[in-house]
């Protein structure tokens, strides 16, 4: 038997789901489809006459449309799908902040702010679905212990005698400023570029991605989190309040540092345990959760390691 240290089991209480679907003769077609529901969660199946299939884990596509079954050890998207969302609903409802993307879901909350340079820290687990294949066939998902430093303070609201020439910035525009420039939406909500200069209190020049230098409010630009730029910004810390160090804190949080500032030898080991803190904080060993239409019943996660024999 194999121990697998961060896997752990996925069980429903029902063998199989009822999903809305629709077909398409080819991926293109099926692109076209998904873009009339861009609310839904929707995922694409090949079927073995290569035409694509969309299964509908939320919203209908129609009052009418067609259905079928999906048995719990079906296409492995269409179940990793209905896991991840539907525990990125039961963290949500908790008061947890949720992100969704194509490696799986985060569920952070916010546990220490550096006001000054508008700094927050969170904390919490990144999960993503895997599936042991053989040779049973078992749906899981794999933890991890993340932190999360952000930005929440635009350029216009950090300290103005600071030279921020050089950093990296995200760019998220507000609708207090209408309509996002079309040279700019590409990069909304995303890494635009580097600061080239500061024109003005409200207007920096960024060098874009794509090789321009565009002129951009400083109400829509945000500081990259990463670690050069908190080793700058620590700076303004240490002169208004004298905090301790952002990465010090950070890495005691991460738990590659113990609280006395000393390597922490056992960090894999005490980062699984908090991930699975926060996945079943009253260490029952189980955890049951609803599952949200257009599936019905429960899934319950085993949050011990599990064994699994090798073929």
């Known amino acids: 038997m194999a121990i697998l240290v961060n896997w752990f089991e996925i069980k429903f209480d029902k063998k199989s789901f009822e999903l809305p679907y629709i077909n398409s003769s080819t ?8 873009e009339q529901y861009p609310d839904a969660e929707a995922v694409r199946v090949r079927l073995d006459d290569n035409t694509i299939r969309i299964y509908f884990v939320t919203g209908n596509p129609s009052d009418n449309a067609a259905t079928d079954i999906v048995p719990i050890h079906g296409p492995h998207g269409v179940l990793a799908r209905i896991i991840e969302y539907n525990l990125g609903r039961h963290f949500q409802a908790s008061g947890a902040t949720t ?25 919490g687990i990144h999960l993503h679905y895997f599936a042991v294949t053989q040779p049973q066939f078992r749906n899981g998902i ?3 212990w993340i932190i999360r430093p952000k930005f929440i303070l635009s350029l216009a609201k950090l300290p103005s005698d600071h030279a ?31 600061i080239v200069s500061r024109d003005s209190p409200q207007v920096f020049k960024v060098l874009v991605r794509d090789r321009t230098v565009q002129e951009v409010n400083a109400d829509s630009l945000y500081l990259e989190a990463r670690v050069d730029v908190l080793n ?16 010090r804190r950070i890495l005691q949080l991460s738990h590659s540092l113990k609280s006395d500032g000393r390597r922490n030898a056992g960090i894999l080991r005490d980062q699984l345990h908090s991930a699975l ?29 599990t064994g699994a024999q090798r073929t």
């Open 99 to 123: 992100v969704s993307g194509r490696w799986g879901v985060e569920a952070t909350r916010e546990v220490l702010t550096f006001s000054d340079i508008g700094l927050t820290i969170s904390q």
């Open 142 to 144: 794999t933890l991890n």
């Open 277 to 305: 803190s926060v996945l079943d904080p009253a260490d029952r060993g189980q955890v049951s959760v609803p599952l949200l239409p257009n599936c019905d019943g429960n899934l319950w996660v085993n949050c011990y390691a």
């Open 232 to 247: 700058e910004m620590e700076r303004i810390v240490a002169r208004a309040s004298g905090q301790p160090s952002i990465q």
């Open 27 to 34: 991926w293109e077609e099926s692109s076209e489809h998904l």
């Open 164 to 194: 921020y020439e050089g950093y990296p910035v995200i760019l998220r525009w507000p609708l207090s400023l209408g309509a996002c420039p079309e040279a700019l939406t590409p990069f909304d909500q995303r890494y635009i570029g580097t």
